[in-house]
């Protein structure tokens, strides 16, 4: 973080953490207000940034086999219809086209909310033999969903994403590509966006309509509040089913293919700022900061200096790095200011002290360290700076996520923890929805994930039999503030019969099932 604050208009993130956030995407000129409630216009340097995930995103789907493709942006009601469960889950969201020109329309058309449907209706027309899958597409568009609040970049009525379908022989082909995908999601976030994420499963109260198995990752805002950063979804055969899609097998058998579905969205950016931005402004991921090096001519009036400047712009920008060279009339301190509020990762200083030494100043957006550079290996510092500086975002907000996950044993405590402090507690779950449904309502808690990284039990034996000496009430939920999760394994198995007497000592809020560990 800059060691002071340059820009006044950004509110304390202490202060208010919501209008910090509002202040940033204006201030940052990210995102704008547009006079549809709910519709907002992405400015230059927000589009920037999504098109620089974007890219780098479509090249690792299409190492995975994906081809992109577009849908229409309108589905028929009757083909919305075909899917139950997943047309109620959406109803209160569609938009509804009913007009076409002056003539009512004899069906009514639904503006995307997903693309599901119209991926079944593709589907059915060319999946015929086992030689036709698998089919692994996904496009990039806009989706429209009519939200009743909404914020920049996190909740939109119209907003930018990608959706992947895809088709499959086998259920164990279709689950498989469901994890693969979650863990692109992932090794993004993390080796990309320098955001740490927990990745797991998502609750049947909590997964996608129409879905047999949400899978998510979740990262931690400053806030200590959970972000779900992208999902990826097992549809099982139901939708093919829906659909009438059937392929001939080896065997000569008409079978269902089975169906998967995964999206991340502009939500994206969103996190980026709420995981790294400071008082000052953003904090840019050094890979998908639109500028990646700011030069600021230092006395340009002087003879030589902007020359140099540009000669230096040339050579960064022939090395393949994204330079921008300030040749405005501002002051170097104003320019300061206005980059680091934008989060350009590294700064270039030059003035006719540096040419002379054959050196420049490179300033880190992400904690401040100047460093001193020879011209002649300019390149080479920058890109090690570069990744300095993503190494140094990823540890401050894996230090955020690792000092604010909590465990709880009781349900007081899991109050406390929330009131106190926030973050992700983590609790057991016995599966059961209505001790899910009984999180939320008594403590104010809703379940992110079941982590697919549990933890080990064999400590909690301690606390649990204290908690039965103490005649406390014991918590089988894993629920948190920002981010829950749970999930069944076999280590828990020894620790069954200890559960089952503490429910009957302790009239446990949810019977004790096959639980499993969550954060």
């Known amino acids: 973080m800059a060691k002071e604050k340059k820009v006044e208009q950004i509110t304390d993130m202490e202060v208010d953490f919501a209008q910090w956030y509002t202040d940033v995407c204006k201030k940052a000129e990210l995102i704008d207000y547009s006079s549809i409630k709910g519709m907002f216009i992405y ?42 469960d997943h047309v109620e889950g959406f109803a209160p969201e569609c938009a509804w086209v009913t007009m076409g020109g002056s003539e009512k329309l004899e069906e009514r058309y639904c503006i995307r909310p997903t693309s599901e449907t119209l991926f079944c209706e593709h589907f059915h027309d060319i999946i015929h033999s086992w030689r036709d899958l698998p089919k692994m597409y996904n496009q990039w568009c806009s989706v429209l969903r009519w ?64 879905a047999e198995a949400t899978y998510t990752i979740e990262c931690m805002m400053h806030d200590r509040k959970a972000l779900q950063a992208g999902t990826s979804h097992f549809f099982g055969d139901g939708f093919a089913k829906a659909f009438d899609i059937f392929y001939t097998d080896k065997n000569n058998q008409k079978v269902n293919p ?25 904090v840019l991921p050094p890979k998908i900061a639109p500028v990646q090096i700011v030069i600021i001519p230092i006395a340009m009036h002087k003879e030589g200096v902007l020359e140099k400047a540009r000669a230096v712009a040339e050579t960064l920008r022939a090395a393949g790095l994204r330079v921008k060279l300030d040749e405005s009339e501002q002051s170097p301190g104003w ?38 550079v020879s011209l002649d290996s300019l390149v080479e510092s920058a890109n090690t700076l570069m990744d300095a500086v993503h190494d140094g975002m990823y540890a401050k907000a894996k230090r955020n996520l ?118």
Request: with cysteine; charged share 30%.
């Open 43 to 84: 400015r230059p340097y927000g589009y920037a940034i999504w098109e620089n995930i974007q890219r780098l995103m479509d090249a690792e789907f299409k190492k995975t086999g994906a081809e992109n493709v577009y849908m229409p942006m309108l589905i028929p009601e009757s083909l919305l219809q075909k899917e139950k």
């Open 402 to 519: 690792d000092e604010n996950i909590y465990d709880a044993f009781t349900l007081e405590e899991a109050k406390r923890l929330q009131q106190e402090h926030g973050g992700f507690i983590r609790t057991m779950w016995c599966g059961d929805e209505a001790c899910e449904i009984r999180m939320k309502e008594e403590a104010g808690m809703t379940s992110r994930c079941i982590p697919f990284a549990q933890q080990h039990l064999a400590g909690l034996l301690v606390k649990i039999l204290l908690a039965v000496k103490s005649r406390k009430p014991v918590i089988l939920n894993h629920i948190n503030h920002g981010s829950g999760f749970t999930q069944p394994d076999d280590s828990c198995h020894p620790v069954q019969d200890y559960l089952r007497f503490i429910r009957l000592r302790n009239k446990i809020c949810c019977p004790v099932g096959q639980g499993r560990h969550l954060v």
């Open 258 to 282: 089975f169906q998967t579905s995964w999206g991340v969205s502009t939500r994206l950016i969103g996190g980026i700022i709420m995981t790294h931005g400071d008082n000052s402004g953003l």
């Open 147 to 210: 939200e009743k609040t909404s914020r920049p970049f996190l909740r939109h009525r119209e907003f930018l994403w990608q959706e992947g379908h895809t088709m499959h022989a086998t259920a164990e082909e279709a689950r498989e590509e469901t994890e693969r995908m979650l863990n692109v999601y992932a090794d993004f976030c993390e080796n990309v966006l320098a955001m740490p994420v927990t990745r797991g499963q998502k609750t049947d109260k909590e997964k996608f309509n129409g």
């Open 335 to 372: 320019k300061f200011a206005e980059y680091e509020m934008k989060g350009v990762p590294l700064r270039l200083e030059l003035g006719p002290k540096d040419i002379e030494q054959n050196q420049c100043v490179l300033v880190r957006r992400d904690n401040g360290e100047k460093s001193f």
